[in-house]
């Protein structure tokens, strides 16, 4: 088990190699921005949103926000091939939640990304309760024709805290969404928020041993920022909680992938934010850095991703 893992040079199991595996080349995630909206913002469930998700898009340089979809790959596609010989793509519809709108708007949006020349799959970010059984059948028709990964936000398995920070859904209805997908073959990613407020060290670790057994096959891990303008900033001001320091967050989560089944797939090990949105942490502005510090503490103990993992 943990060979494996050390032979794709990293002590995890890193998202690259597996689209490398699957494509035989070098593969990129483009973000994308359909301007789809979240019921936990527009009343359906809730208004305004998660306490650290902020007002209107920021996953995308201003000057891409109006373009169509296509418009948006297109210009990525060349900016990238303007540094690197890459030709495969997938097109990642990121922000807020990319199922929450009729079947026949998402079926023209899927489909201008997948008319692209170079894009070879898609990744949809969205939420548990946007995935009715009518909308998984109408996405399991693209799941047999291309690549595609299910984004299901979670951020943690502990329903007291999805209410403090007014996620709408609880754990349970994340669950029955994964079940849903899973029988019809899909493969599921989760993001996890480490540091939250109110958690503690064993919540966390919790998160990972559940979370791991959920049968979800891939998992992103974000470290909490507080961008301007979000309820999390007016928390943050007010001193209600501590952020974690750089070093915490790195051997958190080392230990955290210690727990996780060595076969599911690392998307991501550390968050990003838009520098100019971006109140703290500030030692999270150097993505890259922490990378490397994680891949460092990995080494030093000799781990990998699984050795702590055991089966209930």
Same mark, same amino acid.
């Given at each position: 088990?943990?060979?494996?893992?050390?032979?794709?040079?990293?002590?995890?199991?890193?998202?690259?190699?597996?689209?490398?595996?699957?494509?035989? &080349?070098?593969? /990129?995630?483009?973000?994308v921005?359909?301007?789809?909206?979240?019921?936990?913002?527009?009343?359906?469930?809730?208004?305004?949103?998660?306490?650290?998700?902020? &007002?209107?898009?920021?996953?995308?340089?201003?000057?891409?926000?109006?373009?169509?979809?296509?418009? =948006?790959?297109?210009?990525?596609?060349?900016r990238? %091939?303007?540094?690197?010989?890459?030709?495969?793509?997938?097109?990642?519809?990121?922000?807020?939640?990319?199922?929450?709108?009729?079947?026949?708007?998402?079926?023209? $949006?899927?489909?201008?990304?997948?008319?692209?020349?170079?894009?070879?799959? $898609?990744?949809?970010?969205?939420?548990?309760?946007c995935?009715?059984?009518?909308?998984?059948?109408? /996405?399991?028709?693209?799941?047999?024709?291309?690549? /595609?990964? $299910?984004?299901? @936000?979670? =951020?943690?398995?502990?329903?007291r805290?999805?209410?403090?920070?007014?996620?709408?859904? !609880?754990? &349970?209805q994340?669950?029955?969404?994964?079940?849903?997908?899973?029988?019809?073959?899909?493969?599921?990613?989760?993001?996890?928020?480490? @540091?939250?407020?109110?958690?503690?060290?064993?919540?966390?670790?919790? !998160?990972?041993k559940?979370? *791991?057994?959920? *049968?979800i096959?891939?998992? %992103?891990?974000?470290?909490?920022h507080?961008?301007?303008?979000?309820? $999390?900033?007016?928390?943050?001001?007010?001193?209600?909680?501590?952020?974690?320091?750089?070093?915490?967050?790195?051997? /958190?989560?080392?230990?955290?992938?210690?727990?996780?089944?060595?076969?599911?797939?690392?998307?991501?090990?550390?968050?990003?934010?838009p520098?100019?949105?971006?109140?703290?942490?500030?030692w999270?502005?150097?993505?890259?850095?922490?990378?490397?510090?994680?891949?460092?503490?990995?080494?030093?103990?000799?781990?990998? =991703?699984?050795?702590r993992?055991?089966?209930?």
């Amino acid at each position: 088990m943990g060979i494996d893992i050390l032979q794709h040079k990293k002590r995890y199991n890193p998202f690259g190699q597996h689209l490398r595996e699957v494509f035989g &080349e070098k593969v /990129l995630k483009i973000t994308v921005d359909a301007g789809f909206s979240c019921p936990n913002r527009d009343g359906k469930v809730s208004r305004g949103g998660c306490i650290y998700c902020s &007002e209107g898009s920021h996953y995308l340089p201003e000057q891409q926000r109006n373009l169509t979809v296509r418009e =948006q790959l297109l210009l990525s596609i060349s900016r990238i %091939k303007n540094k690197f010989n890459i030709d495969k793509f997938i097109a990642y519809f990121q922000a807020y939640s990319n199922t929450y709108s009729p079947i026949s708007n998402l079926k023209k $949006l899927y489909n201008e990304a997948l008319n692209v020349d170079g894009i070879v799959g $898609l990744s949809i970010g969205t939420r548990p309760d946007c995935l009715s059984n009518r909308t998984l059948d109408f /996405l399991e028709d693209y799941s047999e024709k291309t690549y /595609l990964w $299910l984004e299901i @936000g979670l =951020q943690s398995i502990h329903n007291r805290t999805l209410k403090l920070i007014n996620r709408g859904h !609880t754990f &349970e209805q994340f669950m029955d969404a994964v079940e849903r997908a899973k029988n019809r073959g899909f493969k599921i990613c989760t993001h996890i928020i480490l @540091g939250l407020p109110g958690e503690s060290y064993n919540d966390m670790i919790e !998160t990972a041993k559940t979370v *791991g057994e959920s *049968g979800i096959d891939g998992i %992103k891990l974000h470290h909490l920022h507080v961008l301007k303008g979000t309820p $999390l900033e007016k928390n943050y001001i007010n001193k209600e909680f501590n952020l974690l320091d750089e070093d915490s967050y790195v051997n /958190l989560v080392c230990d955290f992938l210690e727990y996780l089944p060595h076969d599911i797939i690392i998307q991501r090990l550390v968050g990003d934010a838009p520098n100019d949105r971006l109140v703290a942490p500030l030692w999270s502005l150097s993505k890259s850095d922490i990378i490397r510090a994680i891949d460092k503490e990995m080494e030093r103990r000799e781990s990998y =991703q699984g050795i702590r993992f055991k089966s209930v």
